[in-house]
């Protein structure tokens, strides 16, 4: 850490200290903290510049550095987790966001609500065939093979529908992914079709 530079941050919580509202000097200090790379001081300054900002693009700004801070540099997924979900308080369905919070929620085995937020993800504008595609994956994961399927054959006949819209060099390009879901659906085809299976052959058994 340069020698000179402590005194800078310290010279710079005393202005907003007095004038918080002071743009120089909280641009500067989190300037500053970034490159020291004082990555917890970092992200409780940007938290608090959000807290103070009105909702929009500012406060956005903010509150998706302390949520990346968070999540990437300091690899704390329940904290990163807590900002995205103040995020989409104040500026929901916003698809940066919910992916964090879909990201999150996943590293901490939380399957509900990484599920929520990848159908938002999925249902909302701009949907990918990819974001269906993960929605389907993070129901596989929370066990709903059946809705996982739904979505994996929802997928596969889009897919199948665009296929001859598309330019031959495109489809070159998206065939490898284009199997793996094609596998994935078939093979969680299979098993919702064995647990169909099972539960009418127990109904049999418990019938006669």
Not at 70 to 96: G, K, M, N, S, T
Request: hydrophobic share 40%.
């Amino acid at each position: 850490m340069p020698a000179r530079s402590k005194p800078r941050t310290e010279l710079y919580r005393q202005v907003l200290a007095v004038w918080p509202d002071d743009t120089f000097a909280r641009e500067s200090l989190v300037d500053l903290l970034r490159a020291q790379e004082r990555w917890p001081q970092l992200v409780a300054e940007r938290r608090a510049e959000a807290k103070a900002l009105p909702d929009g693009p500012a406060a956005r700004r903010a509150l998706r550095e302390a949520a990346w801070v968070l999540e990437v540099r300091l690899d704390d997924a329940a904290q990163a987790a807590q900002v995205y979900d103040e995020w989409l308080v104040r500026i929901p369905d916003d698809r940066a966001a919910l992916e964090g919070q879909a990201r999150t929620r996943a590293k901490l085995n939380d399957r509900n609500s990484e599920v929520a937020a990848r159908a938002a993800l999925a249902e909302g504008v701009g949907a990918t065939l990819d974001a269906q595609y993960l929605h389907g994956r993070a129901l596989e994961r929370a066990a709903l093979i059946d809705e996982a399927a739904d979505v994996y054959r929802n997928v596969m006949s889009v897919e199948e529908a665009g296929r001859g819209r598309d330019r031959r060099g495109a489809r070159i390009g998206r065939s490898r992914r284009d199997a793996r879901r094609h596998r994935d659906a078939r093979r969680v085809d299979r098993g919702a079709r064995r647990q169909d299976h099972g539960s009418a052959a127990r109904l049999r058994v418990g019938g006669g």
